[in-house]
């Protein structure tokens, strides 16, 4: 319900309206001041909806906004602006099975690669999906299709990031893992 109320607002915030205006609607046919004061407090509550959904930011919104963070400093090959969204206790998992999480190192020497050899050429999101399964957590699976200098033809990625709140308030990458690429399980190798 959270999602209709504070994510996406339009299909409840927009019912409440029609709602609103067929109450004011009949109260003028009917000449009846109840139905007048129900439909204006009903179009009040839709405003509110919409009033709440863009002063909360839910743990999904943070989730799908860091990762977009991420995305835009590594097309732009910009290391300190991405490796700033890292917390640094991070993991970085080659696949999910991964028994040796490596640190924030490996994940600024890839960047460091996208700021040179690999530079992106083109990438085009082509799938984001956002979880919360608790509040301050956000589990956010992406898919890439990206072309870079030393490569030029499309690369499939798929991505796990899990993003968590801090204690100073900021939102941070506690975990990436680096799902798939072309269709494949990647291995360490596979990173640039």
């Not at 959270?2 to 046919?29: F, H, K, Q, T």
């Not at 909806?49 to 860091?66: C, F, K, P, Q, W």
């Not at 835009?72 to 090959?77: C, I, K």
């Not at 030029?152 to 709140?165: E, F, V």
Request: aromatic share 6%.
């Amino acid at each position: 319900m959270s999602y209709y109320l504070l994510e996406n607002p339009w299909p409840v915030a927009c019912l409440l309206g029609i709602i609103g205006l067929v109450l004011l609607l009949l109260a003028i046919r009917r000449d009846q001041g109840h139905l007048f004061i129900s439909g204006l407090a009903t179009i009040g509550l839709g405003l509110v909806v919409m009033a709440l959904a863009t002063l909360v930011t839910t743990s999904r919104e943070h989730g799908i906004r860091i990762a977009d963070q991420l995305i835009d400093a590594a097309e732009l090959g910009d290391v300190p602006g991405a490796t700033a969204l890292f917390d640094p206790g991070m993991e970085f998992l080659v696949t999910e099975s991964d028994a040796r999480p490596s640190s924030i190192a490996t994940i600024t020497s890839s960047l460091e690669s996208l700021a040179g050899r690999n530079r992106i050429e083109s990438n085009f999101v082509t799938r984001m999906e956002a979880t919360s399964p608790e509040k301050g957590l956000a589990i956010v699976e992406f898919d890439c299709l990206t072309r870079t200098a030393e490569y030029p033809m499309n690369t499939a990625t798929s991505w796990l990031l899990h993003a968590g709140h801090q204690p100073d308030g900021t939102w941070r990458i506690t975990r990436l893992v680096f799902v798939e690429i072309d269709g494949k399980r990647p291995n360490r190798r596979t990173l640039p």
